[in-house]
């Protein structure tokens, strides 16, 4: 949602009003938690962790009165990829309960966004078009995060079965990631509020479930486990030039006005950092570390810079 003019509700107004897109502030929010507790900024995560949960919270509010007072919006929003935010936004909340060792409401996380993944993903393919936003790569955003929190529970839960399942959706987001560049418009890269960052930050997510493969306590060692660090490593490597390539449209192609799809820039920034920090341990490589962390600050500064806009934008709703 951009900067559109005040309605006469004020705030519920622009409540009512918002799309499904706006999930993508949880996952920004989220994802930049996740890398500060990997640095040991344990009180700054829990901040961000506190603030994407109650954005969490209002959204599914949201999501639920659509459901039941409009239909019509709720059935037509989530034929859209953006619909998947919800899939992803709960894999990433899950993420870090699991990181904190809380593994039940981690298990939990997981139960409801595997349920509710493939109704929305059938539904946003049967709807897909040609020259999409970079919202579309949305479909590999979400598989890629069950496989993220499915491959952070393997660790710490008894059994390691999960780690079939994580696999299973890191190479079939590998797939969806293919099928969604061809519908991509590159074009975005020059006019895009935001969401065009989606497409590097999709591998950045890749990468990270690859990591968690690479963790796998029972792989290591094995044949599987020695393909699957390659691959990962290229992935990482390929979303980095996206990242280059992306700052490079931002400086030739300035949009510094607030838009909503800006969180969908923060997303992907905060993405690859945690997956180059994950990756730096989990594939032994420990000069990624220090780029890791450079690249967590950025994405720390780039969520305040588009906090700032967004509590500018709502200052507009208020009476």
């Known amino acids: 949602m951009g900067d559109r003019a005040p309605s006469e509700d004020g705030l ?3 409540w009512v009003e918002l799309p499904p897109g706006a999930g993508t502030a949880v996952m920004a929010t989220g994802i930049v938690s996740i890398g500060l507790h990997l640095v040991g900024r344990e009180v700054l995560s829990w901040i961000l962790f506190v603030l994407a949960a109650i954005a969490w919270l209002v959204l599914a509010v949201d999501f639920g009165r659509r459901l039941l007072r409009d239909r019509g ?3 037509e929003e989530v034929a859209t990829p953006p619909a998947l935010t919800a ?4 894999t990433l909340l899950g993420t870090w309960f699991a990181l904190q060792g809380w593994s039940g409401v981690a298990v939990a996380a997981l139960v409801v966004a595997a349920l509710i993944w493939p109704v929305l993903l059938t539904s946003v393919v049967r709807h897909w078009r040609r020259r999409l936003p970079g919202t579309v790569f949305l479909v590999c955003v979400a598989t890629q995060g069950l496989a993220v929190l499915s491959g952070t529970l393997v660790v710490s839960l008894p059994s390691g079965w999960l780690a079939w399942p994580t696999l299973g959706c890191f190479l079939l987001g590998l797939a969806l990631y293919a099928v969604a560049f061809r519908r991509f418009d590159l074009g975005q890269l020059r006019s ?3 969401d065009q960052w989606v497409a590097g930050g999709t591998l950045a997510i890749c990468a990270l479930a690859g990591a968690k493969l690479l963790a ?3 792989w290591r060692g094995t044949a599987l486990h020695d393909a699957l660090r390659p691959l990962t490593l290229v992935t990482l490597a390929l979303s980095v030039c996206w990242y280059a390539v992306l700052v490079l449209a931002e400086v030739r192609w300035p949009r510094p006005r607030y838009d909503m799809a800006r969180w969908a ?3 992907p920034m905060g993405m690859t ?3 180059t920090l994950s990756i730096a341990d989990a594939a032994a490589v ?3 570390w220090t780029s890791g962390q450079v690249l967590l600050w950025v994405a720390v500064t780039a969520w305040v810079l588009t906090l700032v806009g967004l509590v500018r934008h709502l200052a507009a709703y208020s009476p």
């Open 216 to 218: 796998v306590p029972a």
């Open 192 to 194: 895009g509020a935001g």
């Open 286 to 288: 420990g000069r990624l």
């Open 87 to 90: 899939v992803a936004a709960t």
């Open 273 to 275: 950092a945690v997956a």
């Open 12 to 14: 519920v107004g622009w």
């Open 265 to 267: 820039t923060v997303f």
């Open 73 to 75: 919006r709720w059935v």
